[in-house]
């Protein structure tokens, strides 16, 4: 089996070739097409095929991780959506929450109400409802206030329609026939129901999610069919699958109905990429930091498990939608991040960033801003002719050149400090934000490694460490390539889910027969559609979740169903689950309580085949001499002293399982450079993983890391 990944940055399409058969790997990284990104994904994988030796007809799989749908809510150029709701609650994408972004700023826009999914004029009103609390129809659906809707609605050249009914997660009977008629005076417009969308209560969540959808389909859905077609003109037989933001693959047509479900396509597959190398590599904790060319994402994984965001908490740009996430804060620090003197005076780094046109000023493609990318060509610490594996040649005088006339000059700096100084800045960025979403949580960073992902990630992640208090840095095979990594790593996932409001106080037989009912329904509707999709039987791992709450609280908890069939004894081990969960939560509980069931969820897993990454030759050796390259001089800053130390060049290819490298020193690959100063050294493992620390451990930092060394047989 031939498998490739591709991941869309803002600055480099990554790409992975697996060959199964011959246990083969290869790596290729090309500038992205932003103004079209297939044209990138389909130029990288002609260029990787022809690499590994193999026709395009042979891939049987392409995996593939966009930012398409991302990059519609931040630049809000989205679809223009209509909108049918119960009347009288047309506004309540409007008035939202009643909740401020800022509680006491008179001065403050809301996105929901200054950026609307769906503009007031498009929210149409009609006549009918259903009753809570069992849906039952209170007033029958108006179908001819439906058919003038979309007569109107077809006259503003709207380009999708959402259908978001009071009460539709409970029935949702009035949304699909309004939907079966929306279709029959104007099939060809994209429709969708929230109860196709987010079949759970909290009715503006709801109708958020829904109108996201909306908003993104059309050019999301534009663009998988210009892919798919692309990938056939080219030759490809294999089928492509696109991550989701939950961290598990999903079909084109999964991905073309919710496409709400790709906001986070493109982080997805970084951590996913991480949690893999810590479970290959034996190390539990991690810091994911994957720095590219125009961001940086971080995440942290415990126990190897990547975090999910509860659906309830998940917002894109101030917009709640109902999807799981995984956890991963995307900050403005690549590569191409743009240093500057604000109009204060002060010294800063990013967000904005100089993309891969025109790029830092060593591009040479008419960028003269200074980058992060010119503060390592001025420190020495990325050689022009080694970048991109020699395919893209840096020019390092317009590096000197953008850094002098615009920091050191300004700041009375030579060209060394201003350098240095864009670098203590962008990581003191990062450290921020892992310290913002590790201490506030109670997890000590300390306790963590951080992987380096990214093209970037390397030349950063020790000095990360260091201001962190880390004391490992983990190094993957292919770090500049980590987020398309994790496209081979990720199974098919979906999330199935149903409202079904109980009282569990009372754990009758007619109670367990009614969950059991519904629950059946959700497990059912995730074997079809992973059948649908290819999985066979036994591949198939299905996930069943109650989540509930106690009576009167506003959110609820997530806690396992028993397996086999729904009884009052397992309804009884729901509610005390729910206890356990609830005191592990919040650090209390309360066992006399009411417990009520609000939904039912169904994670469906469809497994795919492992991610292997074969053995290196046993190597054992120190500073190995045929793996340098050749030698230059590095800028370094040492306890507050810089100084230049003459340092190695060794290219990664070449270091074998337990070798020992000692810093200062430069690893490098085509898709990454790996930075080690003076007082670190690395140790290579059996999977070619780079292992770095101290020579000398100091503080408190509770990561244990010496049995890596000594396996390289080295004692510290």
């Known amino acids: 089996m031939i498998r490739i990944g591709v991941d869309v940055g803002g600055t480099f399409t990554d790409l992975i070739l697996v060959n199964d058969a011959t246990d083969e790997l290869f790596v290729y990284k090309t500038p992205s097409t932003l103004h079209d990104q297939s044209k990138g994904v389909i130029e990288g994988i002609q260029e990787i095929c022809k690499l590994a030796n193999i026709a395009v007809s042979d891939v049987d799989y392409v995996l593939h991780g966009t930012t398409v749908a991302t990059n519609i809510t931040i630049e809000n150029n989205g679809a223009k959506v209509g909108m049918l709701t119960t009347r009288n609650y047309r506004d309540i994408l409007h008035i939202a929450r009643h909740k401020k972004l800022e509680n006491f700023s008179i001065q403050q826009q809301l996105p929901w109400q200054t950026n609307p999914l769906v503009k007031r ?30 007569q109107q609605l077809k006259a503003d050249n709207v380009e999708s329609i959402i259908i978001c009914f009071l009460f539709a997660f409970l029935n949702n009977v009035h949304e699909k026939r309004a939907k079966e008629i929306v279709l029959e005076h104007w099939p060809e417009v994209q429709c969708f129901t929230s109860s196709e969308i987010a079949s759970q209560m909290r009715e503006y969540e709801r109708f958020s999610t829904t109108a996201m959808n909306a908003y993104v389909a059309p050019k999301v859905n534009l663009y998988l069919q210009n892919l798919v077609c692309s ?37 997805a597959g970084g951590v996913l990429a991480a949690a893999w190398c810590g479970k290959m590599e034996k190390v539990p904790n991690l810091i994911s930091v994957d720095i590219g060319g125009t961001s940086a994402d971080i995440s942290l994984i415990p126990e190897n498990q990547p975090k999910i965001i509860n659906p309830r908490d998940c917002e894109v740009n101030s917009y709640p939608v109902l999807v799981p996430m995984i956890d991963v804060e995307t900050i403005g620090a690549g590569g191409g991040s743009v240093a500057y003197i604000d109009e204060g005076g002060a010294f800063r780094v990013g967000p904005r960033s100089a993309g891969a046109t025109p790029g830092p000023a060593c591009y040479g493609l008419g960028g003269d801003e200074p980058c992060v990318t010119d503060a390592n060509v001025v420190l020495g610490r990325l050689d022009p002719e080694q970048f991109l594996g020699g395919d893209k040649t840096l020019h390092d005088e317009l590096s000197v050149k953008a ?8 700041l009375q700096m030579t060209k060394e400090e201003a350098a240095l100084g864009i670098l203590k800045i962008i990581n003191n960025n990062m450290a921020l934000s892992i310290r913002a979403n590790s201490v506030r949580k109670g997890i000590d960073p300390r306790e963590y490694a951080v992987l380096a992902a990214g093209g970037a990630g390397p030349l950063h992640s020790v000095s990360l460490a260091e201001t962190i208090g880390s004391n490992l840095v983990v190094v993957p095979n292919f770090p500049g390539i980590t987020a398309a990594t994790g496209l081979l790593a990720g199974d098919i996932k979906y999330d199935f889910i ?8 009372v754990t009758d037989a007619s109670l367990a027969e009614s969950i059991d009912q519904t629950l059946q329904k959700v497990v059912n509707g995730a074997i079809t559609q992973l059948t649908a999709d290819g999985i ?54 309360f066992p006399t309580n009411e417990v009520e069931l609000i939904t039912l969820r169904v994670i469906a ?7 292997v990454m074969p053995s290196l030759e046993k190597g054992g050796r120190t500073n190995p001499e045929d793996a340098i390259l050749y030698e230059r001089s590095t800028t370094f800053e040492v306890n507050g002293i810089v100084d230049t130390y003459p340092t190695p060049r060794y290219a990664r290819e070449k270091l074998l399982a337990y070798d020992i490298v000692e810093g200062p020193a430069i690893i ?49």
Not at 235 to 263: D, H, N, W, Y
């Open 605 to 611: 897993t469809g497994k795919t085949p492992e991610l």
């Open 498 to 505: 149903q409202s079904h409001v109980k009282k569990l106080s």
């Open 668 to 716: 490098v690959q085509r898709d990454s450079t790996t930075l080690i100063p003076p007082h670190w050294h690395v140790a290579i493992s059996e999977k070619g993983t780079l292992f770095a620390k101290p020579k000398i451990t100091t503080g408190g930092a509770a990561v244990d890391v010496q049995h890596y060394f000594e396996k390289a047989g080295v004692s510290v």
């Open 231 to 267: 990938l056939e003109q080219i030759g490809v037989k294999g089928e492509l699958q696109i991550m989701q933001s939950s961290g598990g693959m999903a079909t084109t047509t999964m991905a073309s109905e919710r496409p709400v479900t790709l906001l986070k396509s493109g982080p």
């Open 403 to 410: 850094i002098e006339e615009k920091l050191g000059k300004p």
């Open 536 to 589: 066979t039987t036994d591949n198939i791992v299905l996930e069943r979740i109650a989540e509930c709450r106690y009576a009167g609280q506003g959110f609820e908890l997530r806690v396992a169903i028993p397996d086999g069939s729904v009884t009052p004894e397992s309804i009884q081990e729901i509610a005390n689950a729910f206890h356990e969960a609830h005191h592990i939560e919040y650090g209390h509980s």
């Open 121 to 150: 004029r498009h929210r149409i009103p009609i006549t009918e409802k259903l009753a809570a609390p069992n849906g039952n129809i209170k007033t029958p659906l108006n179908e001819q206030e439906v058919i003038d809707a979309v």
